[in-house]
C-alpha cells in the first residue's frame, strides 16, 4: 500500500510541475485499480 501512496505523491508532484497530462493521470489510475483488487 506503501508503494502506491508514494506513487500517488510523485504523481501530484508531477502535476504540480505541469509534467502530467489528465489523459496520463487516467492511466495511471487504471493501472493502480489493476494492482489493487
Known amino acids: ?3 502506491v501512496l508514494n506513487s500517488l505523491e510523485r ?3 508531477a ?4 509534467k502530467l497530462t ?5 492511466n ?3 493501472e493502480i485499480h489493476t494492482n489493487c483488487p
Not at 502535476?15 to 505541469?18: I, P, R, V, W, Y
Open 1 to 3: 500500500m506503501n508503494a
Open 11 to 13: 504523481k501530484k508532484e
Open 15 to 18: 502535476l504540480k510541475s505541469e
Open 22 to 26: 489528465p489523459e496520463v493521470l487516467l
Open 28 to 30: 495511471e489510475i487504471d
